[in-house]
C-alpha cells in the first residue's frame, strides 16, 4: 500500500497534449511567467512559516526566487518547477508536490491552497506536520491524490474533502485525528483506496461510504469507531479488501458483505461484533484471509465457508460459536492457517480436515469437541503446530501423529486421553528427536 511515484494522472495526458499543439501555435514567451512565479511566492510564504527550514541542510533549500533584479532574460527562473519535490505542467504551473520524507516541520496553516488550482497530486507523508487539516483543502478541485500519512495532525478530517470529487487516493493513515468520518466523504465517487488507519477516529461509520462506488480498499483499522457496520458498504462491488479490525464495531456482520464478490481480504476482527457468521460469506469466491476473532459471534459455522477454495487464512477464535465443525471445510484445500480455537465448538473432528494438505497450523483448543483424536494430521506432511488440548478427547493418541515429519508444536493436555502420561513422553522424545 506504498504511496506511489510522483506519476502524471492518465487524465493529465490529454491536457499535456492539449497544451503541447498550443506550444506550436503560441511562442514561448507568450505563456505568462507571472503565474507561476504568484505560486513560487505562495509555497515561499508557506516556507517561511516552517520550522528549520532556512538552513542550507534543508530538503527546501532549493526553494528561492532569483534577486528583483534579475533580468527579464530570467523571468522563467522565478518559476518554482526547478525546486524539490515539485512538479510542472508544460504551462509551468504546479501540478504535483511529492515531499515525503523531507524532514518537514509546521502546520498547514500557511499552505496556499487557494493559490494552486492546477494541483493534481500532494504527498508529504513521514513528516512532523501538527495542527489542523484545513478547509481550505476543499480548494483543491483537481486533486486525485493526497497522502499526508505519518505526521501528527490532529482535528477532524473536515468535511470540505467532499468537494475533492477527482480524488482517487486518500491517505490520512497514522495521525492524531478524531471525530467522526463526515458524511460528505461518500461524494468522493472516483476514490480508489481510503486509509485512515492508526488514528483516534471515533463514532459510527457514515453510511455514505456506500456511495464509493470505485473503492477498491479500505482500511480504518485501529480507531475507536463504534455502532454497527453500514449495510450500504455491500454496495461497493468493487471492494477487493476491507481492514476494520481493532474498534469498537457493534452489531452483526453484515450479510450484504456476501454481495462483495472481488473481495480477496476480509479483516474485522478484535470488535464486539455479535450474531451469527453470514452463510453469504460463502459467495466470496476469491477470497483469501478472513479474520473474524476476537469478537462476541455465536451460533454455527456455517457450511458455506467451505466453497471459498481460495482461503489461506481462517481465524474465528475468541468467540461463543458452537455446533460441530462443518465437513464442508474439507474442501479449502488452500488452507495454511486454520484456527478455530477458544470457542463452544462440540462433536469429534471431521476427518475431510484431512484434504488440507498445505496446512501448517491447527489450533483447535480450549472447545468442547469430543470423540477419538483424528489421525489425519499424521498424513499433512507440512504441519508444524497442532493444538487440541482442553477439549473432551478420549481414547489413545494416534501412532502416527508425527509422520508427517514437520510437527514442532503439539497440545494434547486436560483432555480424557488414555495412557496419557506415557504417550506424551514417547511424543516429546520424538519432537526432541525431530528438531
Not at 125 to 136: D, H, V
Not at 180 to 209: F, T, V
Not at 370 to 379: A, E, H, T
Amino acid at each position: 500500500m506504498g504511496s506511489p511515484g510522483l506519476e502524471t494522472p492518465v487524465n493529465l495526458l490529454a491536457s499535456l497534449a492539449l497544451f503541447t499543439v498550443l506550444l506550436v501555435i503560441i511562442p514561448q514567451c507568450a505563456i505568462p511567467a507571472y503565474a507561476s512565479t504568484l505560486e513560487a511566492q505562495a509555497l515561499l510564504k508557506w516556507k517561511s512559516s516552517l520550522l528549520n527550514q532556512n538552513l542550507s541542510t534543508s530538503s527546501l533549500s532549493s526553494w528561492t526566487l532569483p534577486p528583483q533584479n534579475a533580468t527579464s532574460s530570467n523571468a522563467t527562473v522565478s518559476s518554482p518547477c526547478s525546486w524539490h519535490g515539485i512538479l510542472c505542467n508544460l504551462a509551468r504551473s504546479v501540478i504535483g508536490i511529492n515531499l515525503t520524507s523531507s524532514n518537514i516541520k509546521g502546520t498547514l496553516n500557511e499552505f496556499p491552497f487557494s493559490s494552486l488550482q492546477y494541483l493534481t497530486y500532494i504527498d508529504m507523508s513521514i513528516n512532523e506536520l501538527f495542527g489542523r487539516i484545513l478547509p481550505q483543502v476543499g480548494l483543491l478541485t483537481n486533486l486525485t491524490y493526497l497522502d499526508l500519512s505519518f505526521n501528527q495532525l490532529s482535528g477532524k478530517i473536515p468535511q470540505e474533502i467532499g468537494n475533492l470529487m477527482k480524488l482517487e487516493m486518500l491517505h490520512l493513515l497514522s495521525n492524531e485525528l478524531n471525530g467522526s468520518i463526515p458524511d460528505e466523504i461518500g461524494q468522493l465517487r472516483l476514490l480508489n483506496e481510503l486509509a485512515l488507519y492508526s488514528n483516534q477516529l471515533n463514532g459510527s461509520l457514515p453510511s455514505s461510504l456506500g456511495n464509493l462506488s470505485s473503492l477498491a480498499r479500505l482500511y480504518i483499522y485501529n480507531n475507536s469507531f463504534s455502532g454497527s457496520i453500514p449495510l450500504e458498504i455491500g454496495n461497493l462491488t468493487n471492494l477487493e479488501e476491507i481492514y476494520m479490525e481493532t474498534n469498537f464495531l457493534t452489531g452483526p456482520i453484515p450479510p450484504t458483505f456476501g454481495k462483495l464478490t472481488k473481495l480477496t481480504q476480509l479483516h474485522v476482527y478484535d470488535n464486539e461484533l455479535i450474531g451469527s457468521i453470514p452463510p453469504e460469506l460463502g459467495n466470496l469466491k476469491l477470497l483469501r484471509r478472513l479474520a473474524l476473532h476476537y469478537n462476541n459471534l455465536t451460533g454455527s459455522i456455517p457450511s458455506t465457508l467451505g466453497n471459498l477454495t481460495e482461503l489461506t487464512l481462517l481465524y474465528l477464535y475468541g468467540n461463543m460459536l458452537s455446533d460441530n465443525i462443518p465437513d464442508e471445510l474439507g474442501n479449502l484445500r488452500a488452507m495454511i492457517d486454520l484456527e478455530l480455537s477458544k470457542n463452544q465448538l462440540s462433536s469429534p473432528v471431521p476427518s475431510s480436515l484431512g484434504n488440507m494438505t498445505n496446512l501448517e497450523i491447527l489450533l483447535l483448543h480450549k472447545n468442547q469437541l469430543s470423540g477419538f483424536i483424528p489421525r489425519f494430521p499424521g498424513d499433512l506432511m507440512n504441519l508444524v503446530v497442532l493444538q487440541l488440548d482442553m477439549n473432551w478427547f478420549t481414547g489413545f493418541i494416534p501412532d502416527n501423529l508425527c509422520r508427517g515429519g514437520s510437527l514442532r508444536n503439539l497440545s494434547l493436555g486436560w483432555n480424557n486421553l488414555t495412557g496419557i502420561a506415557f504417550q506424551a513422553q514417547s511424543l516429546e522424545h520424538f519432537l526432541d528427536e525431530a528438531a
